[in-house]
C-alpha cells in the first residue's frame, strides 16, 4: 500500500480536478473530458508498450488511430447495395489482383537468391500489377462514386454492430504495423521516427482521397451507437423517473405545478446528455481496465522481462539467444492494434469519421507528450499522462484566457495587444505542452510516475 | 513544331516548379543535415523553426512596407530577410543554451534529444500562431512573372506559353548563392574544416583541440541563416501558413535522407532528387502525348501515374527503396 501511495495521490488529484470541472463548468464537460481521457489512455498504452517496453519510437500513431476509425465505418455502416452492384466486382477482382501481386513478389523472393535481376524482375512485377489494377478498377470506381453521392458513393460497411469494429480496428492497425515492422523495424530509432511519421501521412492521404472506401473528406456521419440515444431517452418513463427521483431535493423547492414540469423537462435534457456519455465512460473503462491487466501481467511476465533486456542491451539479449527482430516486430504490432482499438473507440464515442480531422499534432505528439509526461514503461504512468495531458490540452483555454486577462490587467479592453492575445487563446495550449514536455524531460525525464520493476 | 510545344509544357509544368521547389527543400534538408551531423540528433522542429524565421521576414516585410521602404521590381522581403535572419539566430542560440545544451553536455542517446526537439517543435509552433495566427499570408510584392505565358507566346509564336515566375527565379539564384558558399565555407576555410573534422569524429576533433562550443555555436548561426532564408523563399513562392511549413518537414527529411543525412552536399542534391520525383509522377501527361503522338494514338485519360494527393507517398517511396538498397544514402552519409 505505502510503496503505492504516490499513484494513488496523483489519481486522486487528477479525479478531483475532473470532479471540479464537473461542479465549475457542468458535468457534461466533465465527462466528456473524463471520456477522452479514457481513449488517450488507450493510445498511450500502446505506445507505452512500445516505448517503454522495448524501445521502438513509433511516429505513426496517427495513422493507426484513423485505421481503427475506418474498422468502425466498415463495420457499423449498412452495405450500399447499389454501389456494390455498380462497382463491386471490380474492386473485388482488385483485391485478388492485389494479393496475387504480394503472393508473386514473395514467390520470386523465396525461390531466386538476391540478386539484381531478382530485383528488377520484383519490380517489374509491382508495376504492372499496379498499371493493371488501375485499369481494373478506374471505372469501378467512378461508378461506385456515382451512386447518390450526396448520401452516400461509398461501398459502406457491413451493418454490424459497432462494437465489432473495436476489435477490427486493432487487427487492421496491427496488419498495418506487420508491414511496416517488415519494412522500417530494421533502422536505428530515429530513423524509425521519420518513416513511420511519413507512413502515417501516407495512410491519412489514402483514407482521404479513396472516396469509394471512405467517402473521403465528404466524412461518414450518423454511425450507430452502442449507447441510447438522447432523444428516446427523453421519453422514456424510467428515466424520466429516475431523474425526478435524483432531483427531487431541487423540484420539491418548486411549488407551481407548471413550472415544475418545465424545470423537470430541463433535468431530463440535461440529464439524457449526461446518461448517455455515462455508458460510454463504462465501456471504455472496461476497455482500460481489461487492457491494464494485460499489460500489467505482460511487464511482470517473463516475456515483459526478456522485453527490458532487449531494451537496455539490445546484443546482450541477442547474445542469450533471444530473437530481437522477431520480439520488435511483435510488440510493434501489439502496440499498433492497442492504439487502432482507440481510434475504432474515438469514432464510436464521436458517432462519426472525418478524415480531414487527422493531424499530426493532435493525434502522434501529443499523445507521445502523454507518455513522456505520464512515466514511459509505467503503464498506470502511461494511463496518468493521457489523464493530465488531455484535461491541460482541454482546460489550457480557459487558463490561458485567465492568464492574458491578469497579465493584460493594466491595459485598455480595445488595446490591440489584448484583443491580439484574446484571440490567440487556443495556441497557448501549444505552448504549455511544449514547456511541459520540455520541463519533464530535464526535471524529471522517467516522468511523473516512473518505472519502478520489482521482482515478485 | 509540335515537339518543341512538347518540351515548352514540360519546361512549364515539370522544370521550372520543380528546380523552385527542390531549391527550398535543398536548403531545408542542408539544415536538417548539419544539425544532424554536428549536434547529433533528428531535429523534428525543422519545419516549424523554418516558419519562426519566415514570420520575422513577413514581419519586417510589414514594417518596410508600412515606411514606404521597397525594392522596386524585387520583393521586399530581400531587404527583410537579413533582419530576420539576426533574430532567428538569436532564436536559436537561446534554445540551444536553454535547451539543448544540457542534453548534450549530459551526452544523452539521440533519441532524447529528439524528443526535445518535438517540445521545441511544439512551443515554436504556439509562438509563430501567437504572433502572427495560424492564417493564409502572402508577402510578395514587386514584379510577379519574369516572362509571361501571353508575351512568350507572342514571341515565339508557339501554342504553348512559359510562364517563369520571378520568385522562381530568385529562389534558384539566392540558393545557388547561399550553397556555393556554404560549401566554400565548409571545404576551404578553417572554422568549415574544424566542423567537418567533428563531424566525423567527435573524439578526435576535440583531442586536436578544436572548440566545441565554436562549432556548435556556428552550426547553429549557419543553421538560422538556411531555415531563415529557406521558409522565406518558400512563402514568397507559394504563401506562408505554419500548418503547411510544419508538413514540409516530411519531404525535407526525406531529401536528408536520401541524400545520405551529414552529407551537405548529398541533402542539397536529394531536395531535387525529392522535388523532381514529386513533380514527375504526379504530373498529368495527356497534354504532352497530346502533342507527341499521332492523333490515332492520343490517351483518353489524364496519364496521371499518381494523383496528387499522393505527394507524400513519392517521398516515402524513394525514402524506402534507398533506405533498402542503400542505406547510407545515394552519397555516403553517414551508416544508418
Known sequence: MRKNLNVIAAYSIM?????????????NIALSIFNLCLISAVMTMGANIQWGYAGLINFGIMGYTALGGLAAVLISVNPVQEAWSAGGLNILFSLFLIIGMVLAVRYVLKKYDKSKTR?????????????????????????????????????GGFGLPI???????????????????????????????????????IVIAIIKHEDWLTRGVKNVIGLKRPAPYEVNLQQTDWFINLVEKFNSGKLSLISDFAERQAALNQFVIEGSSVFVKLCYSGLFLIVVIILLILTQKALYSPWGRMMRAIRDNEEAANAMGKNVVKQHLLIFVLGSAIVGIAG????????????????????????????????????????????????????SAPIGLYLVNLTTAGLDDTHFLKVHLIESVPYFRFLMMGAGLLLIMRYRPKGILPEKIEIK | MDFLNAIIL??????VPALAYGSQLALGAIFVTLIYGILRFANFATGDMMSFGTMFTILFTWYFQSVGISLGVLPTALLAIPFAVIFMVGYMLLIDKFVFKYYRVNKSPPVQLAMVSIGVMFVTQAVVRIIIGPSDRRFFDGEKFLIRAGEF???????????????QVITILVTVILVSTLFWFLNKTKTGKSMRAYSDNEDLALLSGIDPKKIVMITWIIAGILATIGGALYGLDKSFKPFTYFNNMLPIFAAAIVGGIGNPFGAFLGGYVIAFSEILLTYAYKKF???????????????????????FAVSFSILVIVLLYRPSGIFKGKVL
Request: aromatic share 14%.
Open chain 1, 15 to 27: 479525479m478531483g480536478l475532473i470532479i471540479l470541472v464537473g461542479i465549475f463548468q457542468s458535468w
Open chain 1, 119 to 155: 530485383t528488377y524482375i520484383i519490380a517489374a512485377i509491382i508495376i504492372l500489377g499496379i498499371i493493371i489494377i488501375r485499369f481494373v478498377s478506374e471505372p469501378g470506381i467512378e461508378a461506385i462514386e456515382e451512386v447518390n453521392p450526396a448520401k452516400t458513393g461509398f461501398l
Open chain 1, 163 to 201: 462494437i465489432f469494429s473495436w476489435i477490427v480496428g486493432a487487427l487492421f492497425a496491427g496488419g498495418l504495423a506487420f508491414v511496416i515492422g517488415k519494412v522500417a523495424l530494421g533502422l536505428r530509432a530515429d530513423y524509425l521516427a521519420i518513416a513511420t511519421l511519413l507512413i502515417s501521412e
Open chain 1, 344 to 395: 475504432a473507440m474515438l469514432v464510436t464515442q464521436d458517432g462519426l469519421f472525418t478524415p480531414g480531422s487527422y493531424r499530426p499534432m493532435r493525434y502522434t505528439f501529443l499523445i507521445w507528450v502523454m507518455v513522456i509526461v505520464g512515466g514511459s514503461g509505467n503503464n498506470f504512468g502511461a494511463i496518468l499522462g493521457g489523464f493530465v495531458v488531455w484535461f491541460l490540452w482541454i482546460e
Open chain 2, 10 to 15: 514540360l519546361f512549364n509544368y515539370i522544370f
Open chain 2, 153 to 167: 507566346k507572342d514571341m515565339t509564336g508557339l501554342n504553348e506559353g512559359l510562364a517563369i515566375k520571378s520568385t
Open chain 2, 289 to 311: 502525348f497530346m502533342y507527341v503522338l499521332p492523333e490515332s494514338m492520343e490517351p483518353d485519360g489524364l496519364v496521371q501515374l499518381l494523383s496528387t494527393d499522393y505527394k
